[in-house]
């Protein structure tokens, strides 16, 4: 789904939500801002933003970010039933590899994610950006 029509008031609103984000990152370095919004089972949207470090390996991405913090926030039995992410650059940029194994532990494979494309805002179900999930059994 790539029309703003097709998404739907809720992912807009998701959007939106990540949009804002992204106007706190800290991105001295590579000046790529990104926000995410996440929403929760119970409802609550928890955001996040890139945070760089002059040791690249120490970023954090938004998406982890805004995990960490809903994990803080509302502890780790939580379950995420949609993700949203947003930059201020006009640059595609789906989940990175981390970022969507790390969302994979608390999201449903159902879950949209909307993402900036290079036609557009993207949405697919978490299943289809991450179909081989690394899990471990318990």
């Known amino acids: 789904m790539n029309s703003p029509d097709a998404i739907g008031p809720a992912l807009d609103s998701l959007i939106a939500a990540a949009r804002k984000a992204a106007l706190h990152s800290y991105s001295p370095y590579s000046h790529f801002s990104v926000g995410a919004a996440l929403r929760l089972a119970s409802g609550d949207v928890v955001t996040g933003t890139n945070v760089e470090n ?4 120490l970023t954090i991405c938004a998406e982890r970010s805004a995990l960490v913090r809903a994990v803080a926030e509302f ?5 995420i ?3 949203a992410v947003a930059n201020l650059n006009d640059s ?11 969302l994979a532990e ?5 879950a949209p994610v909307a993402f900036p494309s290079s036609d557009g805002i993207r949405v697919m179900p978490f299943s289809m950006v991450f ?5 471990l059994k318990h």
């Open 81 to 83: 039933t949609a993700v």
């Open 92 to 102: 595609a940029s789906p989940p990175c590899g981390a970022c969507r194994q790390m």
């Open 54 to 57: 002059a040791s690249y390996g």
């Open 106 to 110: 608390f999201i449903e494979p159902d």
């Open 75 to 79: 502890g780790p039995a939580i379950r």
């Open 131 to 135: 179909p081989l999930v690394f899990e």
